[in-house]
Each structure stands twice: as structure tokens, then as C-alpha cells.
């Protein structure tokens, strides 16, 4: 048995424990659902997963807002899901929603990372016609003008620091 079959049924049990203790409806909760949904989503049981992180999506929003690092993790985890699964254009939404959470959180590389990549999946992705890719592409535009200006003030930022 491997770690992943191991660690299946462990997660399952510490979801009915904390569900009992905590109620349904407690962020502990939502990280084992998380958790349990990637385990699934490494399993190649999609179909298993998604609930779980739109579950998790649900309640983190709830407690903590839209805002959340936790709310974006899980929005960049659905929009994986989205892509492998070939429903590309829900991939793209979410990733845009992941972007602007990450962008109002976090000035790291990752919200970088992450807008490049759906560009990238965009532009390699078979099923959606050059036209509609430019205007997809198009509709980035100003989020990567936005994000990329993020790392100019850290950089001018850190540049000043350097000189006093």
C-alpha cells in the first residue's frame, strides 16, 4: 500500500473527528478537506476532489473573507483542477480570481508566476481559436501591468534602503 492509499483513510477519519468536535462549518475543517481534495486530486480522482475544494473554498470565505491567502490557495488549486480537466476557460476565471487575492495579500513572485502561467495555458491551449486566445491574452493586460509594477516599487523600495 502505498503512502498515498495510507494517508486516504487518515484524513477521512480526521475529517469526522474535527466535524464532530469543531462543526462543519470550522477552518480546521476546511484545511483536511483541502488536504484530503489534493491527496484525490494526486490520485487522479477529480471527480472526488472538486467538491472538497469548492467545500473548503466556501468556508474559508466565510471566515475569513475573499481575501484570504488560505481562499487563494485553494482558488489557484480549483483552477489546476479546471486545466487538467480541459475546462480552460473556468481555469482562466479562477486564476484571474487567485491573481487579484494574491495581488491584495501578497507581493510575491508567486501571483507572478501564476498570471504567467495562465497566459501560458491560454496561448498553448488547443481548443481555443487565435482570436479568441488575443482577446483571453488581452484581457490580462492590465493585470500584469499592475503586477509587474508591484515589483518595480519593491524594487525602488529596496534600492533606496541600499543607500541610506
Not at 36 to 53: C, F, N, R, V, W
Request: net charge negative; glycine share 4%.
Amino acid at each position: 500500500m502505498g503512502l498515498m492509499a495510507q494517508a486516504q483513510p487518515l484524513y477521512e477519519r480526521s475529517l469526522q473527528i474535527k466535524e464532530d468536535k469543531l462543526g462543519k462549518e470550522h477552518p480546521d475543517v476546511a484545511t483536511i478537506l483541502h488536504n484530503l481534495a489534493t491527496l484525490y486530486l494526486a490520485q487522479g480522482a477529480y471527480e472526488k476532489s472538486k467538491p472538497l475544494y469548492e467545500r473548503s473554498l466556501q468556508i474559508w470565505e466565510a471566515k475569513f473573507g475573499k481575501d484570504h491567502p488560505d481562499v487563494a490557495t485553494n482558488l489557484n488549486n480549483l483552477a489546476w483542477l479546471d486545466q487538467i480537466l480541459g475546462r480552460y476557460k473556468e481555469a482562466d476565471k479562477l486564476d484571474a480570481e487567485y491573481g487579484a487575492v494574491m495581488m491584495k495579500t501578497d507581493k510575491t513572485r508567486k501571483a507572478v508566476s501564476t498570471l504567467f502561467a495562465t497566459i501560458r495555458g491560454i496561448y498553448y491551449d488547443p481548443t481555443i481559436k487565435a482570436e479568441e486566445k488575443q482577446q483571453l491574452i488581452d484581457d490580462h493586460f492590465f493585470e500584469i501591468i499592475e503586477v509587474t509594477s508591484y515589483f518595480n516599487d519593491d524594487f525602488a523600495d529596496a534600492k533606496k534602503s541600499g543607500e541610506q
